[in-house]
């Protein structure tokens, strides 16, 4: 059965004759409303079958100069998409094979032609080209789903080797197409426990759904993703995975940001009600230290009064201390140079580097990184990073890396020690008022540095691994200055 009512049909032969007979055989098809035209010249058949104008062709293979080989090749390397039957004059085993493997829907000899022959040839041209038309066309479909998606979509081998991956993947990782390719998609992982639990996941269950983790870009950076793998059987029988890397990384930093803000909000406010209901009662206490000393001048009495108005003092200072670093900071915004705030953090710190013999290593842009900052106070954040990593170090062992960059309209200034780290529990209390891993200290100034770097619309992360060092990434906003 025909799968259409009518056809057209282009026969490509130098001798009329051949034509005539041939035209006569698919007219003689019962049921088929067909239009036959005949072309003789190479060049003119090839325009034909670039324009399309045609649903089906035979060529010939003599044609002069040139074959239907020829013919057939030029035609596809130019986008031809109908069907090409190739005819001869006598069976010939390798021009059949070389014209199937070109893409030649039949391969007929022309003394063995008939109307039933012809009819079964144009009838699987048509459907096959049906077949060809929709596969291409959703081809497309998903080929451009798969070009123009914001994720990373791969394909991977059953060892997990990347064989395709969409552009995505230059904005996510800063690699091109051509650099993935082959590399294996465990090398893109950056905690060891991931890539030994992915590989046990896909092994056992075939497929991973929903996971986050960490992947490092082409700068050394990382990006947080979900990632969703499954296994597909391939036309070959072997196994391959398909996968895709949805990129969370801003809106991780975003949660981060706003969860300590909150925690910084919460914070703020129980300060000044502890504050208020601790001063009242301690003013009282002052008051009334100061009446009875007065009265009584017993020296062994007043020795214990001196006591308690010293101590009644410190909690005074503590809690002064306490707002002052709760309390928004007040600070005049100016045009300043990232580089200079920076050099002048460096060089308050450098008595204290040369005394524990302790190595700098500083990393400038060529180009001038503008800020809006106030000089004192961003110095004054900055140097308490600095004296903390310099506290954490060993003695003659210890390298401080302090590196500046711009990243689109943000510079990024990197504080990296190799002292003894912060445990991963740990790190979230960070910033929080009171916390603090020294014997002697408050835990007052990591709070303060967190208020002064919000004031300047500064955004901090931290990356630490005990035993290993502690980096700090600051990333101010470029002024345009």
């Given at each position: 059965m025909i799968l259409r009512d009518s056809v057209k049909i282009l026969l490509i032969d130098d001798d009329e004759d051949d034509f005539i007979i041939i035209a006569n055989y698919i007219k003689s098809i019962a049921g088929f409303n067909a239009t036959v035209d005949w072309c003789s010249r190479y060049n003119e058949a090839l325009d034909h079958m670039c324009e399309k104008n045609?649903?089906?062709?035979?060529?010939?293979?003599?044609?002069?100069?040139?074959?239907?080989?020829?013919?057939l090749k030029e035609s596809l390397?130019?986008?031809?998409?109908?069907?090409?039957?190739?005819?001869?004059?006598?069976?010939?085993?390798?021009?059949?094979?070389?014209?199937?493997?070109?893409?030649?829907?039949?391969?007929?000899?022309?003394?063995?032609?008939?109307?039933?022959?012809?009819?079964?040839?144009?009838?699987?041209?048509?459907e096959r080209a049906d077949?060809?038309?929709?596969?291409?066309?959703?081809?497309?479909?998903?080929?451009?789903?798969?070009e123009r998606s914001k994720d990373v979509i791969f394909i991977t081998d059953d060892q997990l080797n990347i064989i395709e991956v969409n552009e995505a993947v230059n904005t996510l990782l800063g690699y091109t197409r051509e650099q993935c390719e082959g590399t294996n998609v465990c090398d893109l992982i950056t905690q060891a426990q991931h890539k030994k639990f992915l590989q046990q996941s896909l092994h056992t269950y075939g497929e991973l759904h929903d996971w986050e983790l960490i992947l490092n870009d082409k700068t050394g950076d990382k990006k947080i993703v979900i990632l969703n793998i499954s296994k597909e059987p391939g036309a070959d029988g072997k196994n391959?995975?398909?996968?895709?890397?949805?990129?969370?990384?801003?809106?991780?930093?975003?949660?981060?940001?706003?969860?300590?803000?909150?925690?910084?909000?919460v914070a703020s406010r129980l300060v000044h009600t502890l504050a208020h209901e601790v001063r009242n009662p301690l003013n009282n206490i002052n008051l009334s230290i100061e009446q009875i000393m007065e009265e009584e001048h017993d020296d062994g009495l007043l020795t214990y009064f001196n006591i308690i108005r010293r101590n009644s003092k410190r909690i005074n200072d503590i809690i002064s201390e306490l707002l002052s670093s709760s309390n928004p900071v007040e600070i005049a915004l100016k045009p300043n140079i990232l580089q200079v705030v920076t050099d002048n953090t460096i060089a308050a710190a450098i008595d204290r580097l040369n005394l524990k013999n302790i190595k700098l290593q500083v990393d400038y842009p060529s180009e001038t990184l503008n800020v809006l900052a106030d000089k004192e106070k961003l110095t004054m954040a900055l140097l308490n990073i600095v004296i903390n990593a310099i506290e954490a170090m060993?003695?003659?062992?210890?390298?401080?890396?302090?590196?500046?960059?711009?990243?689109?309209?943000?510079?990024?200034?990197?504080?990296?020690?190799?002292?003894?780290?912060?445990?991963?529990?740990?790190?979230?209390?960070?910033?929080?008022?009171?916390?603090t891993?020294?014997?002697?200290?408050?835990?007052?100034?990591?709070?303060?540095?967190?208020?002064?770097?919000?004031?300047?619309?500064?955004?901090?992360?931290?990356?630490?691994?005990?035993?290993?060092?502690?980096?700090?990434?600051?990333?101010?906003?470029?002024?345009?200055?």
């Open positions: 045609y649903d089906i062709y035979f060529t010939d293979y003599r044609l002069g100069a040139k074959t239907g080989i020829d013919l390397e130019r986008g031809c998409e109908q069907p090409i039957v190739l005819l001869t004059g006598q069976g010939n085993y390798k021009v059949d094979l070389q014209a199937m493997e070109l893409g030649a829907v039949d391969y007929l000899v022309k003394a063995d032609l008939n109307s039933e022959k012809l009819e079964r040839c144009i009838r699987y041209a048509l077949t060809l038309k929709a596969l291409k066309a959703n081809e497309r479909l998903y080929r451009g789903i798969f391959y995975y398909q996968g895709i890397f949805h990129d969370i990384t801003s809106l991780k930093k975003m949660e981060k940001a706003n969860l300590k803000t909150e925690k910084m909000a060993e003695e003659q062992k210890g390298m401080l890396s302090i590196r500046l960059m711009q990243k689109d309209a943000h510079a990024q200034l990197s504080i990296r020690d190799n002292g003894c780290g912060i445990s991963e529990e740990n790190l979230p209390r960070l910033f929080e008022p009171y916390f891993q020294k014997r002697n200290g408050m835990g007052l100034g990591l709070a303060l540095t967190l208020n002064i770097l919000h004031a300047h619309n500064a955004n901090v992360e931290v990356e630490s691994e005990v035993g290993k060092g502690s980096t700090f990434n600051i990333t101010f906003p470029l002024s345009g200055n």
